[in-house]
């Protein structure tokens, strides 16, 4: 079992910026990701990033966010520039398991709040 660690939420106000960081157990393969989900809506893919690097975003967060991963050190991070207070969620570290979605791999969640 792959245990995922999330770290770097926060407060911050409109135009900052936070980096999340999730640290995983053991050696990831597979793609790894960031999904979000705020009060009364529901849970959103933010980004994404393959092992070998390939990306994508949620179009909400393109040019903003930045997703990365250390293959080395199984760790995957979210740069998130000029934060929007829409961006408020509770941010979840995630790592697919596309043989069985329903057994993706799941952080504990960190807050990101983004005050106007």
């Known amino acids: 079992q792959v245990q995922l660690v999330e770290s770097g939420g926060g407060l911050v106000q409109a135009g900052g910026s936070l980096r999340l960081s999730c640290a995983a157990s053991?050696?990831?393969?597979?793609?790894m990701g960031w999904y979000r989900q705020a009060p009364g809506k529901q849970r959103e893919l933010v980004a994404s990033?393959?092992?070998?690097?390939?990306?994508f975003y949620a179009g909400s967060v393109k040019g903003r966010f930045t997703i990365s991963r250390d293959n080395a050190k199984n760790t995957v991070n979210l740069q998130m520039n000029m934060l929007e207070p829409e961006d408020t969620a509770v941010y979840y570290c995630?790592?697919?398991?596309?043989?069985?979605?329903?057994?993706?791999?799941w952080g504990q969640g960190t807050q990101v709040t983004v005050s106007s």
């Open positions: 995630n790592v697919a398991n596309f043989i069985n979605r329903d057994r993706d791999y």
């Open positions: 053991g050696s990831i393969f597979s793609t």
């Open positions: 990033i393959t092992r070998g690097g390939a990306t």
